[in-house]
């Protein structure tokens, strides 16, 4: 999918943000819809005024014709979905908590602050000026193909199986297997012919 940003509108993708309340940003979502249009997607998003769900092999799709993609979620760590939409080149509007500022450069590829304000003010930037939008979305979306992607994942994963294997090699190299000594069992091996054998040879 390519990134168009036609539509002068935000997308929002929470699963049942109306149960889940202010621990996912309900609150604030709310607080932005009233002044920037917005639109929000997932499980139970029309009891909020949403679209509702969309299934996820169409979701990369449908989101690359909106402007911006806002994150309203204050505490749970970096979400998939933020990073879906980075990969799809959007650019992000989110809060400075947890790991989103050391994904996110605030006026580079995306918009994010602790001050609400700042973010409505940063998406109506983005709303009146597509070329900023475009420009973000792109910084984003190499962030993410850095980051993010499943070649650096397997890349890593390849580096620390190669390390632990090395060290290990390593170490049998430098601590050969112990050999007990052989010792005289001959008494206890030895087939006798006779249980009064046995008992001799055993003493």
């Known amino acids: 999918m390519t990134y168009s940003g036609e539509s ?8 049942d943000l109306a149960t889940r309340g202010r621990r996912l ?9 009233e002044r920037i249009p917005l639109d929000l997607v997932g499980m139970g998003a029309q009891r909020l005024g949403g679209i509702g769900e969309i299934p996820r092999s169409q979701l990369p799709e449908f989101e690359a014709r909106y402007r911006f993609f806002f994150n309203p979620i204050r505490y749970t760590s970096l979400g998939l979905s933020m990073i879906e939409a980075m990969h799809v080149g959007l650019p992000i509007v989110a809060f400075a908590t947890t790991e989103i500022p050391t994904v996110i450069e605030d006026g580079v590829s995306g918009i994010t602050a602790t ?19 475009l420009q973000m979305g792109r910084l984003a979306r190499v962030v993410a193909r850095e980051r993010f992607s499943i070649e650096r994942f397997a890349r890593d994963w390849t580096s620390a199986f190669e390390d632990v294997i090395g060290r290990r090699m390593t170490a049998v190299r430098s601590h050969p297997v112990w050999h007990p000594e052989p010792t005289d069992t001959a008494p206890f091996t030895r087939r006798a012919s006779t249980p009064a054998a046995f008992m001799r040879d055993a003493r």
């Open 25 to 33: 940003g309900a609150d604030l979502f709310l607080q932005a819809a």
């Open 115 to 133: 001050d609400p304000e700042r973010l409505l003010t940063g998406m109506e930037e983005l709303l009146a000026d597509p070329g900023l939008a």
């Open 8 to 15: 002068e509108r935000g997308i929002v993708v929470v699963n």
